[in-house]
């Protein structure tokens, strides 16, 4: 059963792959890059896996932060690039920065580093990031963007969202307070708590926060600007999201869980794609083979009859897995990826799973 | 990579050779107590699977351990009750996390070791994050220790390295699937937990082996050939192809198995596959015996599993 997905390669200008870790993520999004190319889109993959799969999927070593282009035999273009968190950060907040040593001042910063570096969100919000950059600062026709493994949905929607609400945040103000000369009874209230704080943590830790947020301060409204053109950009009808998932109930109810999300979020699934579905040999039920082995006990056969059995019985478990899915983000279609022979690293293999992605004889 | 099973599965057979597990799971939505048919987790402890019966198995009882909850624990404990409320309600432990990246993994390890020292369970077994989580998540008690020269946390940090570095209060059991992609993740993070952490790594479970099975030693081309004319064609043909796909599934299993072992030199424990994408205790304990024939001694604390 093959789908016909070309639509979504030729009618948006983003396609944005979501859904649990370890469902093939990866692959899906280098497969509809890959059909991007072929259908002569300039396309852009970004990917996000630290096991950098992509890259092995691509045959490329060492993909960096911005993007490589790789050859092949299609009328497109096809570039990779591996997403750098860190460097995408630095290169906003170089962008942002309103006066002269400014951005050397917080990229020196040790709490920055921190935020940058392992602030829970920031991978995500660095994803949308340069996925803007690219659709905005350079002349790509199709950037598709693999999401992080991340078990909330929402936080790659909330992403840029989360960086500024840190920058709301009352402790940001409550900090920022005395430097900007508000009621010293605040100033007071807020020693105590920071030397509370620091019992905790350590002072040294507290100072390099203070230092932070004093290093940012007016560059925040620049920011939360752009968060919300790239929020905009997620919910606009040229943007496609695609859910990935597996026939495991454990990954069936997250990407449940991520299509009311992403509903509630105003985002429709424009395809979902089923990874790793095993075959179904036979439509005869697991129960009549299960007999028919019986009679023939003792023999080769009957082992073959009862590994049919087997199959039979789990294919029907993982399409039972599947159902309330399938309603939940209908009217979209629904790809289901067979369990593969070998594992996808090269063009060949992308090409061979894009064929039950892309087949518009079926 | 089926770590939750191989966490239940783990607890239930050292429940079933008379120790009393606790399971802490710290990532929420695992599926862990549905596998058992037991309502959701809580901070609060339950039991999972009751023991007793004619074997005179120990219980399994298990609990979450969210970073926010151990954190209001620890101030207590540390005689701060008075800005905990504080701390949590302004959300301001985002904040501390931020400025001490991998506090919040240092307050669950370091309830952990709590809970370890405590004695109240013979094993305790910790869902720990999946794979290049499961680095940062361990490493963050050495991290830490550099990180906060003083204080009650270095104290807490330095603590959490001792266990993790004594192979008799703690090791890890990582989990994976007889396949290229995960055994080339297993083999990275397996060498990245001894280098980086110093963490005594257990003996690495493989998880979803197609069980061997006598009919399929011959070509099934030439057993479904043979019973042509008993059978429908259709029927002897699907016999044939499902047959043909487990052989070669088992093939590549087989190669992948080996190439583990090329890679890394720990012991493997084999799980069958279950032909089922539902775990409930029935299938727990299929597994849980699996474990106990293969494993002579189950390690001593602390179970986690990318």
Known sequence: MTADLGHLVADHDIVVCTGSGGVGKTTTAAVIALEGARAGRKTVVV?????KRLADALGLEGLTNTPSRIEGDWPGELWALMLDTKGTFDDLVTKHATEPGQAERILGNR???NISGALSGTQEYMAMEKLYELHEEHDFDLVVVDTPPTRNALDFLDAPRRLTRFLDHRLYRVVMAPTRGIVKAVGVATQAFLRSVSRVVGGDVVGDAITFFQAFDGMEQGFKDRAQRVLELLTHPTTAFVLVTAPRPDVVNEASYFADRLAEGGITIRALIVNRI?????NRSATELRALAETRH???LADLL???ADFAALADTEERHLEGLTARVAPAPVVRVPFLAHDVHDLDGLATVGSWLFSPDD | MGKTTVTAALARAAALSGRTVLIVEIEGKSGLSEMFGQPELTYEESVLARGGGPDGAADVTART???DDALLDYLADHGLNRVSRRLVSTGALDMVATAAPGIKDILILGKVKQIEMSGRFDLVIVDAPAAGHAISFLRSAAGLVDAVAVGPINTQATDVLAML???ARCQVILVTL??????NELVQTAYALEEDVGVSLGPVVVNGLYPHLDGLDTDPAAVAGAARGTLDDDLLEAVERAGTFRRERTEIQTAQLRRLDELLPLPQIRLPYLFTTDVGPAEIDQLAHALLTQLPDLPALDGAAP
Do not use: Q, S
């Not at chain 1, 095993?278 to 036979?282: E, K, L």
């Not at chain 2, 007889?178 to 055994?183: A, L, M, S, Y």
């Open chain 1, 298 to 300: 003792g023999t080769e």
């Open chain 1, 278 to 282: 095993h075959p179904r040999f036979t």
């Open chain 2, 178 to 183: 007889p396949e290229e992609t995960p055994v």
């Open chain 1, 111 to 113: 709490f920055y580093r």
């Open chain 1, 306 to 308: 009862t590994n049919l």
């Open chain 1, 47 to 51: 990917t996000i896996d630290p096991a």
């Open chain 2, 165 to 167: 570095g004594d192979p």
């Open chain 2, 65 to 67: 351990l969210t970073p």
